[in-house]
């Protein structure tokens, strides 16, 4: 997975960009609010048809302007395709896929990436919502089927939850709950097993990189946590589970308004050398392990895909220390992925040749 060139037009604070990118290593440097992480940005995007910064497409159109344009040139084994994004306010976006319309469900898993920001080196300690999402984006590049079974679940549980809400209120009868419930169970089901396919091969590659990084005094162990579950296993088939579950948590829905069991109310832990690192670890082992994730993310892609994806450092290399940034930037070089890598600061990067330099300032990149 490469990506050729990218061109934006009144995209954010950009008037005009025609990039052409290295296949290896891109580095983007300047000051803070000019426009690097903008570029990173509408990488991200094209892989997922979403900003992680907004939810309001209207916001990348750049300042005062009607429209915008994002593209991208991209290899995937060995063949060029071409994305287009175009954006105009108060209308949906439009989408062309090698010049033909699409929907975004066909879009997924046309290009694949993986972001690593700051944000990230929370992601072990921070809210279990953070663990589900990067299990969610992560499984849904490498398969559509479980992005569309994740809509669909999404939406049936808003549907549920509403129901809940108006028998609560006396305006809906409870046996009306049975026909969301039959809905939900098998969705649930799928989504799980997949969740604890994709947390059984991370878990391998994840142990691999923690002892690596820990100079092997460190040994990394992924669970998947069911809500609900006490402990031990569902000895019944999952979807059967989910039903008896459902049924059993309905006074409880009634009276809170909301769905309580179900694959939105699980997690994943983590522990090191047998000990909860959420709950235990050092600041130092955290983050550690949320980079033995990253990095396990990686090759979890090129084992489901047969390629690594792009990966999107953004400002992550003034979070890390010196021994965690050259672990990071030794794999990348050992393993030839495509990275984009946006800094404050040339210091962060070894002294010899390293990648292709730009210098954003104001919306403009130069190549360094």
């Keep these: 997975m490469k990506i050729r060139s990218m061109e934006l037009r009144n995209y954010r604070n950009y008037e005009a960009l025609s990039l052409s990118l290295d296949e290896d290593i891109n580095v983007f440097l300047g000051q803070n ?13 094209s892989a997922l048809a979403r900003s992680h910064r907004t939810s309001v497409d209207g916001e990348l159109i750049r300042w005062e302007e009607p429209k915008g344009f994002l593209s991208l040139v991209f290899e995937r084994i060995g063949v ?14 439009r989408i062309m896929y090698n010049g033909q319309p699409i929907r975004t469900k066909e879009l997924i898993g046309a290009i694949n990436v993986v972001l690593f920001s700051p944000e990230d080196l929370f992601l072990i300690k921070g809210a279990p ?30 549907q549920r939850n509403t129901l809940l809400k108006r028998i609560r209120e006396h305006q809906a009868q409870r046996s009306m709950l049975d026909l969301w ?5 098998p969705l649930a089901a799928r989504i799980v097993k997949k969740r604890q396919k994709a947390v059984g091969l991370l878990n391998e590659i994840a142990d691999r990189m923690q002892r690596k990084i820990s100079g092997e005094r460190e040994e ?16 019944e088939e999952l979807s059967s589970w989910y039903n008896q579950r459902l049924r059993e948590s309905q006074e409880k829905d009634i009276i809170r308004g909301a769905t309580g069991v179900g694959p939105h109310r699980d997690d994943l832990a983590f522990f090191v050398n047998g000990m909860d690192l959420r709950s235990y670890g050092s600041q130092g082992q955290q983050r550690t392990g949320a980079l033995a994730l990253k990095l396990s993310e990686l090759a979890f892609f090129k084992e489901e895909t047969g390629e690594y994806p792009v990966l999107l450092l953004d400002d992550v290399m003034s979070e890390l220390d010196r021994g965690r940034r050259e672990k990071l930037l030794d794999f990348i070089r050992e393993e030839h992925i495509q990275t984009l890598i946006t800094a404050t600061d040339e210091a962060y990067f070894p002294e010899k040749e ?14 360094g």
């Design 354 to 367: 390293f990648g292709h330099i730009y210098h954003v300032k104001a919306g403009t990149v130069e190549a």
């Design 129 to 158: 919502a953070g663990r589900r999402r990067f299990l969610d984006m992560e499984i849904s590049q490498a398969d559509p089927a479980y992005f569309h079974d994740l809509a669909v679940y999404t939406r049936v549980i808003t």
């Design 80 to 93: 060029e395709n071409t994305l287009e994004f175009h954006f105009e306010r108060g209308k949906r976006r």
């Design 181 to 185: 419930d039959e809905q939900l169970a």
């Design 33 to 45: 609010a000019q426009g690097k992480t903008n570029v990173l940005e509408a990488v991200y995007y």
């Design 220 to 235: 990394l162990s992924l669970v998947y946590e069911l809500h609900g579950m006490e402990e031990g296993t569902v000895t």
